[in-house]
């Protein structure tokens, strides 16, 4: 059974920096994609960062030249550093990983870490 868990969150004051980690296991395959999702208190829960089995990055707008996503491909882990976090990246962050298998996707999820920046 695959299993997510992160670690890293925190609180911090806004222009902080903050590193989450997710270790990955129980699959015995490759995960196409790995990433981030965060979810506000009242909102939905939106994309940080993803990068996929061939190093393809991709960002959210609002996190753009603030975080910066890694995987280690041996370990199956993935970090996120967050740097100059900003009252707005307050959120539950959630690691996500995701496999394609025979044209069809499964997601799996992590339990979440709390992020809360102070202004």
């Known amino acids: 059974q695959v299993q997510l868990v992160e670690s890293g969150g925190g609180l911090v004051q806004a222009g902080g920096s903050l590193r989450l980690s997710c270790a990955a296991s129980?699959?015995?395959?490759?995960?196409?994609?790995m990433g981030w999702f965060r979810q506000a208190p009242g909102k939905q829960r939106e994309l940080v960062a993803t990068?996929?089995?061939?190093?393809?990055?991709n960002y959210a707008d609002s996190v753009k030249g603030r975080f910066t996503i890694s995987r280690d491909y041996a370990k199956n882990t993935i970090d996120l550093q967050m740097n100059s976090l900003k009252p707005e990246d307050t959120a539950v962050y959630y690691c996500n990983a995701g496999v394609l298998t025979m044209s069809t996707w499964r997601h799996y999820w992590g339990q979440g870490t709390q992020v809360t920046v102070s202004s």
């Open positions: 129980g699959s015995s395959f490759s995960f196409n994609t």
């Open positions: 990068i996929t089995r061939t190093r393809n990055t």
